[in-house]
């Protein structure tokens, strides 16, 4: 008895962080199985197909299984050897054919979905064409049909196709929407990877890094953005618009000298880090520093005031600040907001 307790409580802290795992099953912002766009319901039609399959051929097999053991078991008494079988023509056709069955079930529908899933909408007018460049750790998203650069969020309209051409400047990582599509990897330069997705619904998705790419790589989030065609429209308007600087010429000038030699707001800046335009109302900073669990305002806080402890490993300096530079600078960047979206 001691040591079946002893067992169930060691087993305890695998069965707790199993349910850890299931539990992000069932966020439909993270999940592919609660599919929100029509490509990740085909990847998911094919899941549960073949998984159906398999269940299926799980169940049969074990009963046959269950019935034989039973109904040719050594009864008491019985001593000779039962009657060998072998080479029975009629079953190994059976068990040749049906396989080849299921498999061309499964073969159909899969190989029509890899093409129709490859088709390259890069020279279609009608989809919007975004350029995904991947960094240890963080996401640029270059719009070249509208002059727009951007990071960590991708926003899209929620009425077109958005077609994808996706790169990396360091080491390999994967770009993936677990509730819109499936992963695909970000390789160098003249090896680009193109994919095209769309996002019907309006919200905010969740992405991740699907590719282990240094300390940092399970903090390489970012978020996709689906809105409607006016506010897209209002996105790329306010995107272009002049930047806006601190009002206070010292904050103004420290800004532009410790911040915007990487960074950009407006048409001012650099390419190094992620555009923080608009960053007031973004989903998070960083990436991983929610800013409906803390205030934007302490989560840029946080990450100015200590980078590496955030997210180990990345290219972002600490740059020396006066807590005075550091709370105006915080405050100004919080304030950063677009109105695309009704200032949300
Ligand atoms: Cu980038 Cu993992």
Redesign the pocket.
Known sequence: MMNRWHAVKRLLPILAGLALLLSACGRADLSTLQPQGPIAEKQYDLMKLSIGMMTVVVVIVFLILAYVLIRFRRRPGQTEIPKQVEGSHKLEIIWTVIPIILLVILVVPTVKYVFEFAQDYTKDKNAIQVKVT?H??WWEFDYPQLGIKTGQELVIPTTKKISLQLNTVD????FWVPSLFGKIDTNPEGNTNKMYFEAPKAGVYRGK??????QS??L?DFKVKAVDEAKFDAWVQEMKAPAVLPQDPALAATFEKKCLSCHAVGDKGGTLGPNLTGIGNKQAVAGVLLNDEAPVEENLKTWIKDPEKVKPGSKMPKVTLTPEELDGISKYLANYKLQYDNGK
């Open positions: 991947s240890q750790y080491v390999l990582h994967s890094c699907a590719e282990l790419c240094g790589h399970a390489m």
